[in-house]
């Protein structure tokens, strides 16, 4: 089993393997598999957990707010969409699922946000390399951005912008990002 997944330390071949069978066990009783493909479950849920890529938030904010974010002290958000720009090279999904719970400690300034908006949608993209900045910019040609969010480490304007949940969808497209499953994740 180790050759499939190459230089993968023995405890995470066994995790998966036993997420596999978890999992597999609730596919079977679905009717969404049949046989036993459990090496194809394994290297499914692997790639999974170490995928890599930049994804977009799409926020809806019900009312006006003014949040206290971090440092950046307090920020006025008019009602409406927003979408946030952020990357993960070292388990996109699991930075997502971070973003999805309600219970955690404030790290990023999205952070301080979320509990006052509803994440409607999400897209991503698997890459290896950082191109958040670059999706920034290209949602900065196109957006209203919220002027030092989400962006302290790095030379962008800002990392949140705000716009139609239309435009905001056709701007994913525009980049070729993937729509994540809210309904099969939350």
Not at 148 to 173: P, V
Request: include cysteine.
């Amino acid at each position: 089993m180790s050759m499939l997944f190459g230089s993968l330390p023995m405890f995470w071949i066994s995790f998966f393997a036993a997420l596999s069978e978890s999992i597999e066990i609730n596919l079977r009783l679905c009717g969404a598999i049949r046989g036993g493909n459990r090496i194809g479950l394994i290297r499914t849920y692997a790639h999974i957990l170490l995928m890599k890529g930049t994804y977009l938030l799409l926020m809806t904010l019900p009312k006006d707010t003014s949040v206290m974010v971090g440092k950046q002290g307090l920020l006025h958000f008019k009602k409406g969409c927003y979408v946030y720009v952020g990357s993960a090279l070292n388990g996109l999904d699991q930075r997502i699922q971070r973003h999805l719970r309600a219970d955690k400690k404030t790290h990023w300034h999205i952070d301080y946000l979320l509990p006052f908006t509803e994440i409607v949608d999400i897209f991503y993209k698997e890459n290896n390399r950082r191109e958040e900045c670059r999706v920034a910019q290209f949602l900065e040609r196109n957006f209203t951005s919220i002027p030092g969010f989400g962006c302290s480490d790095c030379s962008c304007k800002s990392h949140l912008y705000y716009g139609s949940s239309e435009e905001i969808t056709q701007a994913s497209i525009n980049l070729q990002m993937n729509p994540y499953l809210l309904n099969a994740n939350s």
